[in-house]
């Protein structure tokens, strides 16, 4: 138990975790280039927050919260997703009564759900995401899809789709509840237990089953295309003419639903094709009603989540290739009473600019090298008696060839020029 993390949760290793920084950075500037800006918000929020901004229908709310009393006997719940902190800091803090739209970014958040751990499900996992305050647009919605799609490709996920489809809003999804719900009717009996109990729930999101057996049967329901009222038809296609423009493939998929209540209009995901089957590395859509639910502001809205596990899985498996990053550049190796003198000479290089370490641990002059090696360093110094006699360090590069002896004094611009 104690040496052994709970159960869905992933350490990022020191070896591992700069391949979490390029992430954090590709995605910091794709946010920046179109006005995002970053919002950090707590972990925890209250509890109520969520079961009013996320739903109680949804599986997150049923059955995934992390729900605890504090000290003070108050109900708090761990983020299971970034909206809803996200709208209840925009009304806390009076963001619309700046120029809208307000665009945010979170990055790196923790997200927790009690979900089934598996291949890209944990409990603790970590989103992108973005948000977009006051933009009734299309061409908001149709940003961020482009957003996440370019920089998904920029970083080497192939096979990538983009499924849109409309929900519609208050006025048009009655409609199509009462005939989806008709639909379903007649075949809800022979339906997996979740889509029963959604069903009553909240039906559309039975489209959204994961079952083959239920997707079959709901293969000839009705689609909430169909039902549009003039608003939302319009707003779909326009996205649509934006997505055009833009030149980007996509599909039109009436079964995205998304596991949310608050979505209204948009939906889309990226999907990609892998070994294990489809995967979803990106979800987002328009909420236009939910400030207002949270708030008093009726103020329009569109966002996305990114799971970043999911990208860095995908991106494992694409082979893609994200730039090392040197641990040291330079080993600094000693004999015994030289110690003294490789610490300034690491501390000359540090201050320079150059990745250094020496040996902290008394190993041998041997030993040193071989550690050396293993830590993948380009060049090794070493400052031999001869060497700390006369004030002078020899250079070796490690994969063979270059070597040469240089003053102290000197040894940064000669170290600099053989990093080259
Ligand atoms: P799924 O259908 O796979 O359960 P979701 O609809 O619950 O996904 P969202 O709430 O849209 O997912 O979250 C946005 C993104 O966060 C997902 O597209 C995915 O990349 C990631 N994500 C969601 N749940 C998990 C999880 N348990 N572990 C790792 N990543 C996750
Ligand atoms: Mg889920």
Redesign the pocket.
């Known amino acids: 138990m104690l040496t052994q993390a709970p159960r869905g949760t992933k350490d990022v290793l020191p070896a591992e975790s700069y391949r979490w920084q390029y992430l954090e950075a590709s995605m910091r500037k794709a946010a920046a280039l179109a006005g995002y800006r970053e919002v950090r918000t707590p972990v925890f929020e209250h509890t109520e927050l969520f079961l009013r901004g996320v739903g109680d229908t949804t599986?997150?709310v049923q059955k995934e919260m992390y729900t605890f009393k504090d000290k003070g006997d108050r109900s708090i719940t761990l983020k299971p997703?970034g909206t809803a902190g996200a709208v209840r800091c925009f009304l806390e803090h009076n963001l619309y009564a700046e120029p809208l739209p307000c665009k945010m970014y979170y990055l790196n958040a923790p997200?927790f759900?009690y979900?089934n751990p598996q291949s890209?499900?944990?409990?603790e996992?970590h989103?992108f995401g973005l948000e977009c305050f006051g933009a009734k647009e299309a061409t908001a919605d149709a940003e961020l899809i482009l957003l996440a799609y370019h920089l998904l490709q920029d970083l080497g996920i192939k096979n990538l789709s983009v499924e849109i489809n409309s929900i519609g809003c208050p006025k048009c999804r009655p409609v199509y509840h009462t005939r989806l719900k008709e639909f379903l009717g007649e075949r809800i009996g022979q339906m997996c237990d979740t889509c029963r109990e959604r069903f009553d729930r909240n039906p559309l999101r039975v489209l959204?089953c994961k079952e083959k057996k239920c997707q079959e049967i709901t293969r000839d329901a009705p689609s909430m295309l169909d039902l549009l009222c003039d608003e939302c038809r319009k707003h779909f296609e326009e996205l649509q003419d934006c997505l055009d423009q833009a030149g980007i493939p996509y599909r039109v998929n009436s079964r995205i639903v998304?596991?949310?209540d608050y979505y209204t209009k948009t939906v889309f995901?990226l999907i990609t094709e892998t070994k294990d089957g489809k995967l979803?590395?990106?979800?987002?859509g328009r909420y236009d009603n939910l400030v207002a639910e949270i708030g008093d502001q009726d103020i329009p809205a569109v966002g996305?989540?990114?799971?970043l596990?999911?990208?860095l899985m995908l991106l494992d498996s694409d082979g893609a290739g994200i730039p090392k990053d040197p641990w040291y550049e330079v080993f600094v190796t000693y004999m015994g009473a030289n110690r003294p003198h490789a610490f300034k000479l690491v501390q000359m290089l540090r201050a320079d600019g150059i990745r250094a370490d020496l040996d902290h641990c008394g190993r041998s002059l041997k030993a040193q090298f071989k550690y050396a090696n293993k830590t993948g360093t380009q060049l090794t110094a070493i400052i031999g008696d001869e060497e700390a006699e006369n004030g002078m360090v020899k250079i070796k590069s490690m994969a063979g060839g270059e070597e040469c002896t240089a003053p102290v004094q000197e040894a940064c611009s000669v170290i600099r020029s053989m990093l080259r």
């Open positions: 599986d997150i997703e997200i759900r979900e890209g499900r944990l409990r996992h989103q959204d998304r596991g949310l995901e979803t590395v990106c979800g987002g996305f989540g990114m799971g596990e999911r990208v």
